[in-house]
């Protein structure tokens, strides 16, 4: 019995820190799928963004892009000379394929080719890298109904004998409820926020199973 108790303690173990890596490994991108890093793209200029519209790319990821050698490179740009395809101004250049680029911070990265003629016909990549240790953006909680609308314009009239309540000797309104907004709706955790709480009970997990073990 025992001997099973510390098998199946071992194999949480093992789940648990794959489970981890797996979450925190860093992810290769090959940048345009099967067409690869090409001149004149299938569907002009918006092929490359719309390809990188289905990712999200993180701190540390690679792009891999896939290109013959001498028909085409990589070079990384600030945006001004990605927008303008200049080139020859460049931060970093890559001339043979294929060529790997780990996206080493967060913030924009704008790629494009130095042969002539190429960054025009479409050949040019931006993407946005974020940290995935930060929380999502959360959005603003909707506002409630508003504490002064009017009263219902077709309320009845009160007649000459109808009866009212007692005024209070200080005219206050004392005994009437107070106007209450509803709540605003409770915005989900955000997706890092998430991540942390996951991967800090997965280690609490790692850390009982260990003591467990150290008994046998």
């Known amino acids: 019995m025992m001997a099973q108790l510390r098998n199946v303690a071992i194999l949480v173990v093992v789940v648990v820190a794959a489970v981890l890596l797996q979450s925190t ?19 002009g200029a918006s092929f490359y963004s719309k390809w990188a519209a289905n990712f999200t790319f993180k701190l540390n990821d690679s792009l891999v892009f896939n290109f013959e050698s001498g028909s ?12 303008n395809c200049e080139v020859d101004n460049n931060i970093k250049a890559f001339n043979r394929g294929p060529a790997r680029v780990t996206l080493n911070r967060t913030g924009e990265f704008y790629f ?6 190429h960054c025009s016909s479409g050949q040019k990549l931006s993407i946005k890298v ?24 077709n309320a009845p009239a009160e007649g000459p004998n109808s009866a009212s309540p007692p005024a209070s000797g200080s005219g206050s309104n004392e ?4 106007s209450q907004t509803e709540p605003a709706p409770i915005a989900p955790p955000p997706h890092g926020s998430a991540t942390l709480l996951a991967s800090t009970f997965s280690l609490f997990l790692i850390t009982v199973a260990i003591n467990f073990l150290s008994h046998f």
Request: proline share 15%.
């Open 25 to 43: 490994e860093a992810k290769d991108y090959e940048v345009g799928g099967a067409t690869g890093w090409t001149s004149f793209p299938p569907g």
């Open 72 to 83: 085409h490179s990589v070079v990384e740009l600030t945006k001004a000379n990605y927008e």
């Open 112 to 117: 494009s080719c130095t042969f002539s003629g």
């Open 130 to 153: 974020t940290d995935s240790s930060s929380p999502a953006p959360q959005k603003a909680p909707a506002e409630g109904p508003s504490a002064s609308a009017p009263p219902p314009q």
């Open 175 to 178: 005994g009437a409820p107070s």
